[in-house]
């Protein structure tokens, strides 16, 4: 079995623990049995599981006894919250908090106690081992006829949660190659984004992953979250893990993970934060930390390069939508020639497509930030496409080159946003260029199935405009439903709707760019949308032909969507940063909201609404909403109306008098400054 090191590979061994230090990377056997790190002679290994307990005891560190009623102690506490703490919806996210390589698992617990002192949840190698070895076991468990038994693996008191195979391992008699049981062909690809902090967990990941028998770990280096999905739909992994935290500051990071049946939801992440708590139990009742590997090693069954697969995927896709449904390369080897397309990569995973599009006949000159760098440097930042100034950074070089479209993608690639020139029927003169991006991106994909799937179902997240609805339906004839924020959300009810036969929702999409399309199994795709919106570019390039006079005015085929002059998000930040007072305030607000309905002129409750609570207040297409942040202590109030005057005296002056007549109630748990200051 080979492990990968970051610039070597190694034949795995089983090493003495004078022989290991922070700079090797530990090889176990194929077995993966580690006991030799923590026994004084490595020929003294047990040779029997009936020596478990009394090599646990040996082992043991002398932790904290002052339990809490359930008999948990504190240290171990700390643990189990902070594997629970970085659950956030379908994902993982929390702050990168490094601990000992080596040494007792309380490093880990002091670390995660100092990290949740100053807020926030902490992302640990340990923390990132067991949720690996829990994704390996749900990974397992979904195949068809699998005994659980088979996996070598202690079953607890709930039949639904497992102990840890690494630590059955690790005292286990079998010798190299003896399980005693037949091994199931199970492999997990780990991919990440440029953070710098991603190989060190993507290396406890693989070890977790692989302290499951018969699973493999496969690291892919440098990735994108879709990337990682289509490696599963293509039959090179049984699952995936993409380690990213997206838009997030570059020291947080967090997983992505996918089967072959998509991505994770909610309730998946509950039952993988389930049983990486029963793992970390298990290491805890040991003492020691998981096995580890040196700087900037992972821990793998085999390094591999599954991306120009993804690429070539994503080639044949731009072809086809070029070419009349024809993704031969035959069929048009450029048929980008003549466009000239600026992506700003962030720095971040979408970096590859740049050349996709070179490739296909595209002028790149001028793309930028498409070196990854998990610094983000600050004249760039974490890519964001809703981010003004990655907006106008990338708006400055099309003006400057003249581009036909800006391609403007996030760290790990999932999300994407536009910058495109307004048709001024003059290529001697200087474009102005516009966002394309939140309802005008809807609006504009909406379009494109509007010709080839017509009559068919939209889903969208909650905050999309009223002049949305109307164009969608009004003017396209198109579905729209519009559910709740979150794209796992919006994915899962374009799955249900699609899946119960009602209505063919050809598109599931939130205003921040995250988009799914069922041509593409819902896979959540910003590279994809982009293919979506470079065919069109190119087919209304392609018809124009010779006869082309300045700009392709993309933005013509959305004229009829009316838009608010006055858009903005204002965040009150919940003062004790606990999601429960922001649960209470929440509902304590909304409800007086709700009753100033019957007496505020002009104010209409949505009943349709299914988050949060959204009044209408102009016939113009004026509204705001009040929702709950997805994953932190804020309360956000979106708005749009014709002039900031108007929101002004309309929405935010009422509000500020239902929160102020509160007195004490609210100002002592919300921050409202943002309202006063708009």
């Known amino acids: 079995m080979v492990r990968l090191l970051s610039s070597s590979l190694v034949v795995g061994a089983s090493l003495h623990a004078s022989q290991i230090s922070t700079s090797t990377a530990f090889a176990p056997s194929s077995t993966r049995n580690v006991a030799s790190q923590y026994t004084e002679n490595s020929s003294t290994t047990p040779s029997s599981s009936t020596k478990l307990s009394s090599t646990i005891e040996s082992s043991r560190i002398s932790l904290s006894s002052d339990c809490d009623n359930s008999n948990t102690p504190p240290s171990l506490r700390t643990i189990l919250d902070s594997i629970v703490s ?45 949720y690996g070895h829990a994704f390996a076991r749900m990974v397992v468990q979904s195949k068809p006829g699998i005994d659980t038994s088979t996996l070598g693996i202690f079953e607890s008191a709930d039949s639904n949660i497992v102990a840890s195979a690494a630590i059955f391992d690790l005292f286990s008699s079998e010798g190299e190659g003896e399980t005693g049981v037949e091994e199931v062909e199970t492999t997990i690809c780990v991919g990440r984004d440029p953070r710098i902090h991603g190989a060190r967990l993507s290396d406890a990941l693989c070890r977790g992953i692989e302290s499951v028998k018969g699973v493999k770990a496969v690291y892919t280096g440098l990735a994108s979250t879709p990337s990682m999905f289509e490696f599963c739909r293509a039959g090179k992994c049984d699952g995936a893990v993409m380690v990213t935290a997206s838009h997030l500051p570059e020291d947080r990071n967090g997983f992505k993970f996918c089967t072959k049946a998509g991505s994770l939801n909610g ?104 070196t990854p760098d998990g610094t983000f440097p600050k004249d760039s930042g974490v890519p964001n496409p809703e981010y003004q ?16 479209i800006g391609i403007m993608l996030d760290t790990d690639g999932d999300r994407c946003g536009f910058v495109i020139p307004r048709n001024n029927d003059d290529a001697s003169s200087p474009a102005t260029y516009e966002a394309l991006n939140r309802n005008r991106l809807i609006a504009l994909l909406s379009v494109i199935f509007q010709t080839t799937s017509p009559g068919c179902s939209v889903v969208t997240d909650s905050v999309t405009s009223e002049g949305l609805a109307k164009f969608l339906e009004e003017d396209l004839g198109l579905s729209h439903v519009r559910y709740l924020k979150g794209y796992a959300n919006v994915i899962e009810k374009a799955k249900e709707i699609t899946d119960s036969g009602k209505a063919t929702v050809e598109m599931a999409i939130e205003t921040s760019g995250h988009c799914a399309m069922r041509e593409n199994d819902y896979l959540d795709d910003g590279t994809y949308t982009s293919v979506k919106v470079i065919g069109l570019l190119a087919r209304v390039a392609k018809a124009q032909g010779e006869n082309r006079q300045g700009h392709l005015g993309l933005l013509d085929l959305i004229s009829n969507l009316d838009e608010m002059e006055e858009v903005e998000e204002l965040r009150l930040n919940v003062l004790d940063g606990t999601l429960s007072t922001t649960d209470d305030m929440f509902d304590s607000i909304a409800k007086d909201i709700e009753k100033a309905v019957f007496t505020q002129k002009g104010w209409e409750l949505d009943q349709e609404n299914l988050e949060g609570i959204r009044v209408r207040n102009g016939s113009d297409g004026s509204f705001f909403m009040l929702r709950k942040s997805l994953h932190d202590p804020v309360i956000s109030l979106q708005v749009e109306g014709s002039s900031a005057d108007d929101v002004r005296q309309t929405v935010i002056s009422p509000i500020l008098e239902i929160i102020e007549s509160k007195g004490d109630q609210y100002a002592s748990s919300i921050n409202s400054s943002a309202l006063s200051a708009y």
Not at 299 to 311: I, L, Q, R, W
Not at 328 to 345: E, F, K, T, Y
Not at 393 to 401: A, N
Request: proline share 3%; glycine share 8%; aromatic share 6%.
């Open 86 to 130: 970085v659950k956030s919806g379908s994902d993982i996210r929390g702050t990168f908090t490094d601990h000992k390589r080596l040494g007792t698992i309380l490093n880990a617990s002091l670390v995660m106690k100092n990290k949740t002192a100053a807020g926030g949840g902490a992302l640990t190698p340990l923390s990132a081992y067991c």
């Open 389 to 404: 100034a990655m907006i106008d950074t990338t708006t400055r070089v099309c003006e400057k080159t003249n581009a036909d």
């Open 267 to 370: 309730n998946d992440i509950d039952m993988l934060a389930e049983t990486a708590a029963v793992s970390a139990r298990e290491w805890y009742d040991i003492g020691i930390l998981p096995p580890t590997s040196g700087a900037d090693a992972v821990y793998c069954s085999s390094a591999v390069d599954f991306m120009p697969h993804y690429a070539s995927t994503l080639r044949s896709a731009i072809i086809k939508e070029v070419s009349d449904g024809d993704s031969s390369s035959s069929a048009n080897s450029q048929p980008l020639a003549g466009l000239r397309i600026v992506l700003n990569a962030g720095n971040g995973s979408g970096y590859f497509f740049n050349e996709i599009l070179k490739d296909l006949g595209a002028d790149v000159s001028a793309s930028m930030n498409l």
